[in-house]
């Protein structure tokens, strides 16, 4: 049984998520996002939004590791995406509760559109988009910013998190945004682009960006182009309802086991959050220093 709040505000949405296991949450106004149709417009999802809540749970180390395994994936992305979409609809029925209309965002790969834009013989080039793109909202929510490896890092946890959200008609008071677009965060250049150097698939050729292409086949260089892209239109074929429904119950694209860009990004003070700090395989020492001098600030 979800309680009803005792009243609705920043404070409270905060006090609740992190009670339920969120280990981020910020809160965005619709007026941060453009209103354009896009799978970054929330109003798409919900005509009377005004809030956007975006949240995050960490990735244990334990389950983000550069050696892949099923219990890697299974405690990395399954079962961790799986209870942010729990956290996601209790946190609707709270809202609901308290008088407010609310649309939960699905975690995870709920892939909508399958766009082809370049094809054989030419390397193939394809986009695929999420119902709302959950990285862009952590933003405009203050979460973090987007790094050259085109996640969300967060200044404790590094890209170590997974995100959901919850599209609302509250009227919230705001969190300082991080700006979205443009140049690539100062700390990613003191890195070196780390996570464009590790990636297998070479994916991370424009910083910002990943070739969904190269990240998708892992190898590109041992798979034939026409082949590839034969088995992506076969796997991602149907209505966006479809494909969505196909992706969420992971038949036909399951996580891959690259994490690379993720378990390489220094930008993490997670080992030192422990009251008995460790050390990581694949990290240099240096890297803790390095995250607490480059930690972001907010753009505004």
């Given at each position: 049984m979800i309680e009803a709040p005792e009243r609705i505000d920043a404070a409270c949405i905060k006090e609740f998520l992190q009670r339920k296991g969120a280990d981020l949450a910020g809160i965005a106004p619709v007026d941060r996002f453009p209103a354009d149709g896009s799978?970054?417009?929330?109003?798409?999802?919900?005509?009377?939004?005004?809030s956007v809540v975006a949240f995050a749970r960490r990735v244990a180390f334990s389950s983000a590791t550069p050696y892949p395994s099923v219990a890697s994936l299974q405690f990395g992305d399954f079962t961790l995406e799986a209870q942010l979409n729990e956290l996601a609809y209790e946190f609707s029925l709270w809202l609901e509760n308290g008088g407010e209309m609310t649309t939960p965002m699905p975690a995870g790969r709920d892939v909508v559109s399958f766009e082809i834009q370049q094809v054989p013989p030419e390397e193939p080039k394809v986009q695929l988009k999420g119902s709302f793109d959950l990285r862009y909202a952590g933003a405009l929510a203050?979460?973090?910013?987007?790094?050259?490896?085109g996640l969300l890092i967060n200044e404790r946890f590094g890209s170590r998190i997974r995100l959901g959200a919850v599209i609302t008609s509250a009227v919230l008071e705001p969190d300082a945004?991080?700006?979205?677009?443009?140049?690539?965060?100062?700390?990613?250049?003191?890195?070196?682009?780390?996570?464009?150097?590790v990636c297998p698939a070479k994916a991370l050729v424009t910083a910002g960006h990943a070739d969904h292409y190269r990240c998708l086949t892992i190898r590109p260089d041992l798979v034939d182009p026409a082949e590839a892209l034969t088995t992506m239109k076969h796997d991602l074929r149907g209505n966006p309802i479809v494909l969505a429904a196909k992706q969420l119950s992971y038949t036909t694209s399951p996580p891959h086991t690259c994490a690379s860009c993720t378990t390489q990004c220094p930008m993490d003070q997670g080992r030192n959050l422990s009251s008995r700090p460790f050390s990581r395989e694949g990290w240099i020492d240096s890297d803790y220093s390095q995250a607490a001098a480059f930690a972001p600030k907010a753009g505004r």
């Open positions: 799978n970054r417009d929330p109003r798409v999802h919900m005509r009377r939004a005004r203050g979460l973090g910013q987007v790094g050259a490896n945004p991080f700006e979205v677009g443009g140049d690539v965060p100062a700390f990613c250049k003191a890195c070196g682009f780390r996570c464009a150097q």
